[in-house]
Each structure stands twice: as C-alpha cells, then as structure tokens.
C-alpha cells in the first residue's frame, strides 16, 4: 500500500516520504480499514509516540496521522461491534502507524459507525478536534450553562469546535486569535473576540473556563482570568500557571465512541460545521504540509478520490 513515512525526528515534515509498505493485518480486537480520508496535525511529529512504542523503543519508520473515515476491510480474532463493509471513523492510537496510508489497522473501540449522509472528507475532521473540544468543555472543564468560557484560536480547527459546542450548551463565548480571525470566530458564535496582538487580554474580566489550545505567555496570563471554583484546561501540555483559586487541567483527548456519535450528530443536524481549512491527495500529502501559507482549520488528505 501507499503510505507517508517519517524516519528523522529533526527534519519535520521535510523529512516525510511516500513509499509503499505492507499492508496491515489485524491484532486481536483490531479492524483494518480501507482509509478514504485522513486527518493530520504537524505538531504530532514532535510527539515521542510517533518516534517510540510504550517501552521506549524506536519504531520508525512510522506512519503518522491519527484521524480516518473510511470502510472495514478485515476483523482481528475476538472482534465486535463492528462488521466488514461498515463505513467507521475514529481516532486511532498514538503509538501505532497512523491513517496517512490507503489500510490502518486499528483497535474496534477507537471507532465509530458513521452515518452514510456524511462525507468521509468532513468525518475525518472530527475526532481530534471534536474529542478535544468535547473532553476539554465537559468532562474536565465542568462546562454549565450560563457560565463564561474563554477560548483561544477560536478560528481554528480545535477553537472553533469549542466555541460551538460552548455555544450550543448556554455558555457566554469570548474567542481569541489574530485580527485577521476576529470574523471567523464571531461566525462561529464568539459573542466577544480578543486580538490577541492588539487588544489587552485582561480587559475581558473573569470567567469560569478557559480553554487554552497556545500556552506560553498567553497560558500564564489566562490564570488569573479565571474566577474562584473555574478551571483552566490545556491541551499543549503541563499548566505553567494555575488559578488562584481554581482548576488547572492538562490532558490528552482519548478516543470515545460514544461522544464521536454525539459529534457526528450534531454535523448532520446542522449544529456543528466543520472547519476544513485545506483538503489534499495522499499524492500531494508532503507537498502540502510543507506548505508556507498560513491556513486557519483542519487539514484533510483524502486518501481515496
């Protein structure tokens, strides 16, 4: 099969290469998948899971990308769940090669059945940004209605999936990024946008969740945003300041069939838009991710036409 490969650490995606490997086979409770599209984020090769297994051991050359829709094609001894022909999509385990490949064996519990009215390009953008987005309001930051949420890259493919879902739950929506994404943002229902490189972040007072997708500087001065009994959640890592008198939450989005249906929903019915901003070819793949032009959203590689 057709697969991008990374071998050196150091070159980034200069250093991916489309080769042709093995097709997998399936473990127990495995599914293989003919991939039809795949979802990529470039900060997973500076993830020491794409480099190593669980004991430490170099794996390469691994295949990246974590994200997939596509078809059953094989079920590993002691499947369930799932059936060969099924249309799934999902988030696959980080130690294991990835979805930029035409087949990705992947554990059953990782994916979700996916309805037929929705196109294999738009569920291939969901499972990152719609687990993260779903975990971080919800199951860590305790999200209820009415309460404040500040969420910064509102205009990007996590943020805006964030900014939607606080929406749609009764939450009050301040949105950060560049200038260039305040309209973005308010079209996916910020009440307020903060331009991060010409307005004063502290104007916007206390709120009771901060949802932080940049960290830095920009992480420590959201602490003290947050009001006594809120939390700040973080996805880049270790919180480097912590609320006077809140939550500080690091995490690492898990898999979840359950929520993926509820995701999936919401994008047929309307709730929830996706936020594509680039859709390639497997062929194109490296050509792309090496691109220079600054994008704002997901970027999908359709792996089959």
Same mark, same amino acid.
């Given at each position: 099969m057709k697969a991008i490969v990374v071998t050196d650490q150091a070159a980034g995606t200069a250093g991916m290469t489309l080769e042709e490997r093995p097709e997998p086979e399936p473990a127990l409770n495995d599914v293989v998948v003919q991939v039809h599209a795949s979802g990529f984020v470039p900060t997973e090769l500076s993830w020491p899971s794409t480099w190593t297994d669980r004991l430490g051991r170099d794996r390469t050359p691994s295949i990246p990308g974590h994200e997939l829709?596509?078809?059953?094609?094989?079920? $590993? !001894?002691? &499947?369930?769940?799932?059936?060969?022909?099924?249309?799934?999509?999902?988030? =696959?385990?980080? &130690? @294991?090669?990835?979805?930029?490949?035409? !087949?990705?064996?992947?554990?059953?519990?990782n994916l979700a059945p996916l309805p037929g009215d929705v196109d294999f390009t738009v569920a291939a953008s969901l499972p990152i940004s719609g687990l993260t987005a779903w975990q971080g309001l919800f199951d860590h930051g305790r999200l209820r209605a009415g309460q404040s949420v500040l969420v910064h890259g509102a205009?990007?493919?996590?943020?805006?999936?964030? &900014?939607?879902?606080?929406?749609?739950?009764?939450? !009050?929506?301040?949105?950060?990024?560049?200038?260039?994404?305040?309209?973005?943002a308010l079209d996916f229902g910020a009440q307020e946008f903060v331009d991060l490189e010409?307005?004063?972040?502290?104007?916007?007072? #206390?709120?009771?969740?901060?949802?932080?997708?940049?960290? $830095?500087?920009? $992480?420590? @001065?959201?602490? $003290?945003?947050?009001?006594?009994?809120?939390?700040?959640?973080?996805?880049? #890592?270790?919180?480097?300041?912590?609320? =006077?008198?809140?939550?500080a939450v690091d995490f690492v989005v898990e898999a979840d069939r359950a929520q993926l249906g509820e995701i999936v929903q919401r994008v047929r019915d309307g709730r929830l838009r996706t936020n594509i901003g680039n859709v390639t070819t497997l062929d194109d793949a490296v050509t792309t991710f090496n691109s220079t032009k600054r994008t704002t959203g997901k970027t999908v590689v359709r792996v089959r036409p």
């Open positions: 829709a596509g078809v059953v094609t094989a079920l $590993g !001894y002691g &499947t369930t769940g799932l059936s060969v022909g099924q249309r799934v999509f999902g988030l =696959t385990d980080w &130690t @294991r090669d990835g979805t930029l490949a035409e !087949y990705v064996a992947v554990e059953a519990r205009a990007g493919a996590v943020g805006s999936t964030v &900014t939607q879902l606080a929406h749609e739950a009764g939450a !009050y929506v301040i949105g950060t990024g560049r200038a260039a994404d305040r309209q973005k010409n307005d004063a972040l502290e104007d916007i007072g #206390g709120v009771e969740l901060v949802f932080d997708v940049i960290g $830095g500087e920009i $992480g420590r @001065r959201s602490a $003290g945003l947050v009001r006594a009994g809120g939390t700040l959640v973080s996805v880049v #890592g270790p919180v480097e300041a912590r609320p =006077t008198d809140g939550l």
